[in-house]
């Protein structure tokens, strides 16, 4: 099974810039699909980003020009790399995997890390 583990959350200013990181552990790890997706307290799951086997990537509006989605596959790390943070970007940020789709939705995907929190002050 493949297991994930965020970190890399913390408190920072608005227009600040923060990088977050996924440790996976996995066997087929280059065939996934990894998402990053958040959530803040009394709000729905929504998808950050993602970036298939093959490097493609995928925004959600609210974050492109200011996110990028990347990873290093020998060393089977997922980051996300925030800059021009907002307040409205607060959030826990939760990294998955999945290996039959390459979405946005949450629902797609099966396995998820801990989450690690992001707070952004005005």
């Known amino acids: 099974q493949v297991h994930l583990v965020e970190s890399g959350g913390g408190s920072v200013q608005a227009g600040g810039s923060l990088r977050l990181s996924c440790a996976a552990s996995?066997?087929?790890?280059?065939?996934?699909?990894l998402g990053w997706f958040r959530q803040a307290p009394g709000k729905e799951r929504e998808g950050v980003a993602n970036?298939?086997?093959?490097?493609?990537?995928r925004y959600a509006d609210s974050v492109k020009g200011r996110f990028t989605i990347s990873k290093d596959n020998a060393k089977t790390t997922l980051y996300l790399q925030m800059n021009s943070l907002k307040p409205e970007d607060t959030a826990m940020y939760y990294c998955?995997?999945?290996?039959?789709?390459?979405?946005?939705?949450?629902?797609?995907?099966?396995?998820w890390g801990q989450g690690t929190q992001v707070t952004v002050s005005s």
């Open positions: 996995t066997y087929t790890y280059n065939n996934y699909c």
């Open positions: 970036i298939d086997s093959n490097g493609n990537t």
């Open positions: 998955a995997a999945g290996i039959w789709s390459c979405t946005l939705v949450a629902g797609d995907f099966g396995v």
